[in-house]
C-alpha cells in the first residue's frame, strides 16, 4: 500500500522503481537509490569529469506562499550540493491553479530569480502554465545540474567505519518552520511572541546548500534530513554504506522554539521533516576542521554519533539503547493538516 502522503517507502521503491530503470548506460557512475539525493553521469572516457543531476517537486503549501520561490530553488539545490558538487543549471515546471493572480506569479518567479542569482546558478529552461485539479502554486518538478570532479562526490554510500557523525543546524527545522507560519495565531496564544518569531526563522533554515560545499573536502558521506528527519537520514547512510552506527540522544541539541512546537503538535523532532538539517560523516581528525568552517558561515553543527561496524542504535539520554529503524510515517504530515483546520 502506498502512503497517504509523501515519498513511497523502500519496500515500494525496491518493488516497483528500482527494478525498471530503463536502458542501461555505461556512464552512469550513481543511479537511483533509496535515500540518495541525486545522479551522478560521467561526461568524459576518463570518468573524471562528471554532471550531478537532481529532481525535486515542491509542495505547494499555503503557508508557504510568501516563501515559495526562495523554497523551490533552495530545496532542488540542496540535493545536488549535499553530493559536494556546486549546483549550476536549473530547469522547472512550475504548474498553477486556475484564478492565480499574475503578481503573485511575479512575487515566486522574482524569488526564483533572485536565489538563482545568489547561488551563481542559471535557469536554462522549464515550462508554466494554468491548470485544474491544482489548488495551491506547484513546482511540478525542478531540475537542478551541477558539474565537477568525480573524487568531489561525497554521496550517502561512502560512510567509513570509525568515521564521526555531525548534524548541522538541529533538527525538525522544516517541520517547525512550516507549522510556525501555518499556525502562528495559535501558537502565539501558546507559546508567546517570542517563541513563535524565533520559530518562523527556521522557514530560512532550509536550505544545506551552504552547509554542504562548506563540508564537502572534509567528509566522507553527505545527507540532508529530509522526511523522517534526523534518525531517518542516519538510517539511510548507514544503508547505504553498509555500516552500523551508534547515535546518542543526549548529543543532538533541540534548541527551545523547536521543542516547545513539537510538544504542541505532539510530534517528535527527532523522525519529523528536517530540510536544512545536514547529516555527513567524516575521519574524527576533520571533525573540528569542519566545525570551524561551519561556524565561520554562522552554522551549528553537533557531533551526535559516530558510524561502527554491524549494529545500529540509538542510546538513550538515560544510557538504554534501541535499535535505529527507517521511519516508515514522518508525523509532521498529520500535523500539518491538522493545523489547517
Not at 539525493?37 to 499555503?62: C, H, N, Q, R, Y
Not at 495551491?136 to 561512502?158: F, H
Not at 521543542?259 to 527527532?270: E, G, K, R, T
Request: hydrophobic share 40%; glycine share 8%.
Amino acid at each position: 500500500m502506498l502512503p497517504s502522503i509523501g515519498k513511497i517507502d523502500r519496500m515500494v521503491f525496491e518493488k516497483i522503481i528500482y527494478p525498471k530503470l530503463g536502458a542501461a548506460d555505461k556512464h552512469i557512475i550513481l543511479g537511483p537509490q533509496h535515500g540518495v539525493d541525486a545522479a551522478v553521469i560521467s561526461i568524459d572516457d576518463e570518468k573524471e569529469d562528471v554532471m550531478v543531476i537532481a529532481e525535486d517537486p515542491t509542495f505547494g503549501l499555503p503557508s508557504l506562499i510568501d516563501y515559495f520561490g526562495w523554497a523551490i530553488v533552495h530545496i532542488c539545490a540542496s540535493d545536488v550540493a549535499v553530493l559536494g558538487v556546486p549546483p549550476k543549471y536549473l530547469t522547472i515546471s512550475l504548474l498553477l491553479p486556475p484564478g492565480t493572480e499574475v503578481n503573485l506569479l511575479d512575487k515566486i518567479w522574482s524569488q526564483v530569480h533572485e536565489e538563482c542569482k545568489k547561488l551563481n546558478i542559471s535557469i536554462i529552461g522549464g515550462h508554466t502554465g494554468v491548470y485544474p485539479g491544482i489548488s495551491y502554486p506547484l513546482n511540478g518538478g525542478c531540475t537542478v545540474i551541477g558539474m565537477g570532479k568525480r573524487d568531489q562526490i561525497k554521496p550517502p554510500s561512502n560512510a567509513k567505519v570509525g568515521d564521526k557523525i555531525l548534524l548541522t543546524k538541529g533538527p525538525a527545522v522544516e517541520a517547525v518552520g512550516v507549522l510556525a507560519v501555518q499556525a502562528e495565531q495559535n501558537l502565539r496564544e501558546v507559546l508567546g511572541t517570542k517563541i513563535v518569531e524565533k520559530a518562523k526563522k527556521h522557514i530560512f533554515d532550509m536550505t544545506v546548500v551552504e552547509d554542504a560545499l562548506t563540508s564537502a573536502s572534509f567528509a566522507n558521506a553527505m545527507h540532508d534530513a529530509t522526511e523522517g528527519g534526523v534518525l531517518n537520514a542516519v538510517y539511510e547512510i548507514a544503508e547505504a554504506s553498509k555500516v552500523g552506527c551508534k547515535i546518542y540522544e543526549e548529543k543532538i541539541v533541540i534548541p527551545e522554539e523547536i521543542s516547545a512546537v513539537c510538544n504542541y503538535f505532539q510530534i517528535d523532532p527527532l523522525i519529523s521533516i528536517s530540510e536544512g538539517a545536514l547529516i555527513l560523516t567524516c575521519p574524527p581528525s576533520n571533525v573540528s576542521l569542519i566545525q570551524e568552517a561551519l561556524n565561520k558561515k554562522g552554522i551549528d553543527s553537533w557531533e551526535i554519533g559516530e558510524i561502527i561496524k554491524d549494529q545500529r542504535v540509538i542510546v538513550g539520554k538515560d544510557g538504554s539503547k534501541r535499535i535505529l529503524q527507517p521511519v516508515k510515517v514522518d508525523p509532521f504530515w498529520e500535523a500539518y493538516f491538522r493545523s489547517m483546520q
